[in-house]
């Protein structure tokens, strides 16, 4: 009998290439993930991975194991569903979230009260990954759901054995010293009110920096960047300086106090944020009780003055 967790560290060494980086995944040493899979080839009397380089690549036999381990895990999570709606689907155990960092702060820290006093039961435990490594969690079956945000316009891609749900809309705003020349503007601001102000921004390779980049696309010059954070709390506390101007997404947008004000755009840069989760697990009511407490919970307020 093939073991569950040898197939899920197969699986996640697929995945990632070597078997440091599935070790890793699963929370495993290396040492343990390859005596996982040397038992796994014990049990089915056949090599399952080959050396490659510094990595490894599944042999046929690995493969043809990888392909039918997606059913494998379902019908065990069917189990699972078919095991708490005995107990009326109260929501129950160990629900593990994986999400970006903003998500967490701006969508899932403000709900776990709520959830925790009307499911005392069940007990939320949170990751924080990039919306790549996010899916795979869940695909692999290491984590049961995830935030994730589309990037630059474009959706996450969703594996076959996944679905989503979108949950929020975030937006970003610009944020400026009370004492700055734009701070009093009473209509949204557009490129050329921006022009020639200095600012902080989020580093290349984030949404915040794309969206950044797409707001001065056609500008006849550079805008000015003076500084590069990948950190929203630090970005504010430049901004307060009176030096430099930011981009800042709602959900990464702590109360701003009485020194800063943020300000609206004409094109008011957008991301969606979408909960996934394995199709298998679609009865979890774990999952659907962290779904409607995100239903119910109210947007970010959004930018005002003075706020």
């Known amino acids: 009998m093939i073991e569950v967790g040898a197939l899920r560290a197969l699986r996640s060494v697929?995945?990632?290439?070597?078997?440091?980086?599935?070790?890793?995944?699963?929370?495993?040493?290396?040492?343990?993930?390859?005596?996982?899979?040397?038992?796994?080839?014990?049990?089915?009397?056949?090599?399952?991975?080959?050396?490659?380089?510094?990595?490894?690549?599944?042999?046929?036999?690995?493969?043809?194991?990888?392909?039918?381990?997606?059913?494998?895990?379902?019908?065990?999570?069917?189990?699972?569903?078919?095991?708490?709606?005995?107990?009326?689907?109260?929501?129950?155990?160990?629900?593990?979230?994986?999400?970006?960092?903003?998500?967490i702060r701006g969508l899932l820290a403000p709900v776990l009260r709520g959830l925790a006093e009307r499911c005392p039961d069940l007990r939320v435990q949170i990751t924080e990954q990039d919306p790549d490594e996010a899916l795979r969690s869940v695909d692999a079956g290491t984590a049961d759901l995830a935030l994730v945000h589309d990037a630059d316009g474009l959706p996450a891609p969703l594996p076959p054995s996944m679905t989503q749900l979108l949950v929020h809309t975030d937006v970003g705003d610009v944020v400026l010293s009370r004492a700055h020349p734009l701070a009093s503007a009473a209509a949204p601001l557009g490129r050329l009110d921006l022009a020639g102000h200095a600012w902080v921004t989020s580093p290349p390779g984030t949404v915040c920096h794309q969206w950044f980049r797409r707001l001065f696309a056609d500008a006849p010059e550079e805008p000015d960047v003076r500084h590069l954070v990948d950190d929203f709390a630090t970005q504010l506390a430049l901004v307060a300086s009176g030096e430099v101007i930011a981009l800042v997404p709602r959900l990464a947008r702590p109360p701003l106090g009485d020194g800063l004000v943020a300000r609206p755009l004409h094109r008011q840069p957008k991301r969606e944020v979408h909960a996934a989760w394995r199709r298998s697990a679609d009865a979890s009511p774990a999952i659907r009780a962290l779904l409607t407490e995100l239903g119910r919970a109210s947007p970010p307020t959004p930018a005002a003055p003075g706020r």
Do not use: N, W
């Open 14 to 103: 697929a995945a990632l290439g070597t078997l440091a980086r599935a070790a890793d995944e699963l929370g495993f040493t290396a040492s343990a993930v390859s005596q996982q899979l040397k038992r796994l080839e014990r049990q089915v009397g056949v090599p399952v991975l080959a050396p490659a380089g510094r990595g490894v690549v599944l042999t046929p036999a690995g493969q043809a194991i990888v392909d039918a381990a997606p059913s494998v895990f379902q019908a065990l999570e069917r189990c699972a569903e078919a095991a708490q709606s005995v107990s009326e689907g109260a929501p129950r155990g160990t629900l593990r979230v994986v999400a970006f960092s903003t998500a």
